[in-house]
Nanobody, 123 residues
Framework: QEQLTESGGGLVQPGGSLRLACAAS????????MGWFRQAPGKEREYVAS???????DYAESVKGRFTISRDNAQNAIYLQMNSLTPEGTAVYFC?????????????????WGQGTQVTVSS
């Protein structure tokens, strides 16, 4: 059974950092693009970052220069390093498995989603 499990969320002060992890099980992520999305309270889910099979990356403008997406194919996992967090970063963060090697910011490019991990940025 395929599963994506996010971890690493928590409470962090503004300006702080967190590193999220997404472990894939039941199915390899080899050859597939992966992404991170987030959903803040009362808002729609929004794109955060994506990484292709060949490790090309893309970011939403709001996180560019502060967040870094990476992948470890041997570990069947992806990561999201988040630096200089602001209260606007408070959301549930989801990882997603793409439908192809190259993916971007459209939710239609993803076929499977994890349950999410809560990130709260507050002093």
């Amino acid at each position: 059974q395929e599963q994506l499990t996010e971890s690493g969320g928590g409470l962090v002060q503004p300006g702080g950092s967190l590193r999220l992890a997404c472990a894939a099980s039941g199915r390899t992520i080899s050859g597939i693009g992966m992404g991170w999305f987030r959903q803040a309270p009362g808002k729609e889910r929004e794109y955060v970052a994506s990484i292709t099979w060949t490790r090309s990356t893309d970011y939403a403008e709001s996180v560019k220069g502060r967040f870094t997406i990476s992948r470890d194919n041997a570990q069947n996992a992806i990561y999201l390093q988040m630096n200089s967090l602001t209260p606007e970063g408070t959301a549930v963060y989801f990882c997603a498995r793409g439908i192809a090697a190259n993916v971007g910011g459209g939710s239609w490019e993803y076929e499977y989603w994890g349950q999410g991990t809560q990130v709260t940025v507050s002093s």
